[in-house]
């Protein structure tokens, strides 16, 4: 019986993959994965399977969208069992809602295996959690890519004023306008910001700072795509409870120790 699982394969780190998730790469004869899957996953795929990447840089598809949904229905209709592999969770900024419709349109059987999403399990692996009972009681998952437009103003007040905790997804590019916006309708130019870079990869990096700072602190630092923004008071629980970059740390510490 044909199937096409959309899975979430969390948002680096492998171990991260969910048992369901792992268990739809072992069992299928077509896998097509993005940019940002940890390939290590690749190698749960049975012998003689079909790995297609379908990977997407900021402003460089190297498979259109359309092209990734006909696949998914072809490979579906030849009777094969067809895993789509995206990073973090599927349906949060992941086009996994267009690809199910393209199934349903198609009469292609489908299941959703929801992943971890990296708007918590960056800041997370940074020491950063997005709700605490002392400086956070909301948050919102936020897209970065927007532009300014007629309801920008509602937007960004509602964001500035009515939310605790923004995780800002693919918003490098338009830090100076996320940082400029919510402080123009109502957020402090103190409060707390963090970029985290690489989330929950053994290259993780994490730079702090304010709405006021953050900007020029990332440009300093030469922080890039992938990178979460994360903004609230949360961020000041870094320094008392970052666990995985100073992890690292200490291995690389303790190699050069042993190679001494």
Partial sequence: MSKVYIVGAGPGDAELITV????????????????LVNKDLLDYAKPGADLIYCGKLPDLHTMQQETINHFLVKYAKKGKIV??????????????????????????????????????AA????????????FGASFAIVTGHRREG????????????GIDTLAIYMGVKNLPYICESLIKYGKSKE???????????????????TLETI???????????PSMIIIGEVVKLRDKISWFERTLIEKESSIISEAL
């Fill in 20 to 35: 369901k998730g792992a268990r739809c790469i072992q069992e299928a004869d077509v896998i097509l994965y993005d940019r």
């Fill in 83 to 120: 895993t789509r592999l995206k990073g973090g969770d599927p349906f949060v900024f992941g086009r996994g809602g267009e690809e199910a419709e393209a199934l349903v349109k198609n009469h292609v059987e489908f299941e959703v295996v929801p992943g971890i999403t990296s708007g918590i």
């Fill in 123 to 134: 800041p997370a692996y940074a020491g950063i959690p997005v709700t605490h009972r002392d």
């Fill in 150 to 161: 007629e309801d920008e103003k509602e937007r960004w007040e509602s964001l500035a004023k």
């Fill in 191 to 209: 409060t707390p910001a963090a970029l985290i870079q690489w989330g929950t990869f053994g290259e993780q990096r994490t730079v702090t700072g």
């Fill in 215 to 225: 900007e020029k602190a990332a440009k300093n630092e030469g922080i890039q795509n």
